[in-house]
């Protein structure tokens, strides 16, 4: 077997391995990586505590932990609370509208141009039986007689996300614990296959766009929440507490906070308080643009040097490719790309160009 036969396998095997390693730890590859980016955003915090007690990192580890844990789990506990309290009888409200049809409001007629259409519409669709399962085009909708239903349906999928947490943060705890040798591997193995001057130039960029993203998106997602929170408690929004948690989580999704005041507004506008539903959609408007063309491209673009279009294709696409978690790995993904593209740029300017035809 010659050298370039004998290197062939060689990297076939390793690759092997990895994949393999991949397929047996496919169900907690999520887990890991909320972890990772979790320790890559709080990193700063770690040393600072770990400094703080000497140099004692299992201490340290195990203290950031549990007060990311309380962080995380505190307003979640809240939420979840709030929303079974209220789950029973949504839930119900939704079946009953659903088996019975739900009647059309008369303010429909005072919408200016299109008010009749949209009642005229309302009556053939949400006011016949079932309609409610065919404007959603699923028959799950149809299906749910009781509330008890609804709560087992979400109950095991509850169950499902709560182990995935409850792994997270055991990663996370090692991660921090092991995390200056794991760098110090990560390094060697980066630089092993790429070179040395790329590998730092890359490495330097995943952990400042991560914190970035991790603070524009949570961050200013969060404080739109409580701000519309203050709004819902002003305007009367019943349940205004989860209706301030779902618009927090939601304006971490970009354009996903329209979702949540529109539906607020739309509660209260179905409740006669029509003066109420404008203020709160104006507040929402106002908040949301201010956030996301002001605050946003601000924490994110100025960190990573990234133009708004790249945050913006790096957010949207990275949702819709990989889920909730490509908000955070798609900015990523397109810092190191850009890095790429000034670097390929960087590298054909140094050349001198060849005018010689011949």
Known sequence: MTDNQRDVASAGFSLAIVLFALFLTQRFILPLLWAAILCIATWPLYVRVRTALKGRAILAAALVTIAMAIAFITPLTLGVTQAARQAPALAQVVAN?????????????????????????????????????????????????????????????????????????????????????????????????????????????????????????????????????????????????????????????????????????????????????????????????????????AMIGNATQLPFLAVLLGILGGVETLGLIGLFIGPVVMTLFVTLWHEARALREAQPLDLDPT
Not at 222 to 231: D, F, K, N, P, T
């Open 97 to 297: 509208a659903n088996t019975e049809g739900l009647a059309a409001p008369e303010w429909l007629h005072r919408i200016p141009f299109a008010g009749d259409a949209i009642y005229n519409w309302w009556l053939a669709t949400l006011g016949q039986p079932h309609g409610l399962a065919h404007l959603l085009q699923d028959g799950s909708v149809g299906r749910m007689q009781t509330a008890s239903e609804v709560l087992k349906r979400v109950g095991s999928g509850v169950m499902h996300r709560l182990v995935d947490i409850l792994f997270a943060f055991l990663c996370l705890f090692f991660f921090y614990k092991d995390g200056v040798a794991l760098q110090r591997q990560t390094d060697a193995i980066g630089a092993h296959l790429i070179g040395t001057r790329r590998w730092t130039l890359f490495s330097l960029k995943v952990p400042v766009a991560v914190r970035a993203t991790v603070n524009g998106l949570v961050l200013v997602g969060l404080a739109e929440g409580v701000l519309l929170g203050i709004g819902y408690q002003f305007a009367h929004v019943p349940s205004a507490m989860l209706w301030a948690a779902v618009t927090g989580i939601l304006a971490i999704i970009p354009f996903g906070a329209p979702l949540a005041f529109g539906a607020a507004a739309a509660l209260l506008a179905w409740q006669g308080a029509t003066i109420a539903a404008i203020a709160i959609v104006v507040l929402g408007v106002v908040v949301l643009f201010v956030a996301d063309h002001f605050v946003r491209p």
